[in-house]
T-cell receptor, first 115, second 113 residues
Framework: DVKVTQSSRYLVKRTGEKVFLECVQD?????MFWYRQDPGLGLRLIYF???????EKGDIPEGYSVSREKKERFSLILESASTNQTSMYLC??????????????FGQGTRLTVV | KNEVEQSPQNLTAQEGEFITINCSYS?????LHWLQQHPGGGIVSLFM???GKKKHGRLIATINIQEKHSSLHITASHPRDSAVYIC???????????????FGKGTHLIIQP
């Protein structure tokens, strides 16, 4: 069974803390994505990576950074957490080898609360 | 940038009813995903389709490429089908980076016993 695993289901952090959200996939996928999901706004892309050490900004990168040191792991970093970063965070991965049939697989989500 | 619209936003139905959720998008795509998100957050991919129709159990997904429209149908709906259903357009590779998905805002479905 293929898996995208996020390190935490629920996190509570204080304003100003540095927060790491980890995502690991076991499908040898090149592409990995971080999204946040908010009521009324749907899923919005924060960052994506199409190879080790490569990263691209998505639609809402401000306040976030990412790290892709190994193919299977994609980390989202909140350098100084703020209350407006309270959200559900979802990681996904996909393989671009067959672009007409590129299926995306999602992690179970991390619900982050910043207090 | 692709605009993906879903309707309805919220849908409450009785067990056994036939359910239709619609998705339209503004520009051409490689494929379209239908995703299911249960309370608690995890997302499961139900279908990925680029033409025609796919069926899995009581779920059917159709897509009309010319009309830029897709539908997800649930036959003989059951309370366990209660979830948020999200369509996502897979954008063609632009050459500037990895493939990306544009998501609809989701349809919150409740099936009452």
């Amino acid at each position: 069974d293929v898996k995208v695993t996020q390190s935490s289901r629920y996190l509570v952090k204080r304003t100003g803390e540095k927060v790491f959200l980890e995502c690991v996939q076991d499908m040898d996928h090149e592409n990995m994505f971080w999204y946040r999901q908010d009521p009324g706004l749907g899923l919005r892309l924060i960052y994506f990576s199409y190879d080790v050490k490569m990263k691209e900004k998505g639609d809402i990168p401000e306040g976030y950074s990412v790290s892709r040191e190994k193919k299977e792991r994609f980390s989202l970093i909140l350098e100084s957490a703020s209350t407006n970063q309270t959200s559900m965070y979802l990681c996904a991965s996909s393989s671009p080898t067959d672009r007409m049939n590129t299926e995306a697989f999602f992690g179970q989500g991390t619900r982050l609360t910043v207090v | 940038k692709n605009e993906v619209e879903q309707s309805p936003q919220n849908l409450t139905a009785q067990e056994g009813e036939f359910i239709t959720i619609n998705c339209s998008y503004s520009v051409g795509i490689s494929a379209l995903h239908w995703l299911q998100q249960h309370p608690g957050g995890g997302i499961v991919s139900l279908f990925m389709l680029s033409s025609g129709k796919k069926k899995h159990g009581r779920l059917i997904a159709t897509i009309n490429i010319q009309e830029k429209h897709s539908s997800l149908h649930i036959t003989a709906s059951h309370p366990r089908d209660s979830a948020v259903y999200i369509c996502a357009a897979l954008n063609p590779y632009s050459g500037g980076g990895a493939d990306g998905l544009t998501f609809g805002k989701g349809t919150h479905l409740i099936i009452q016993p």
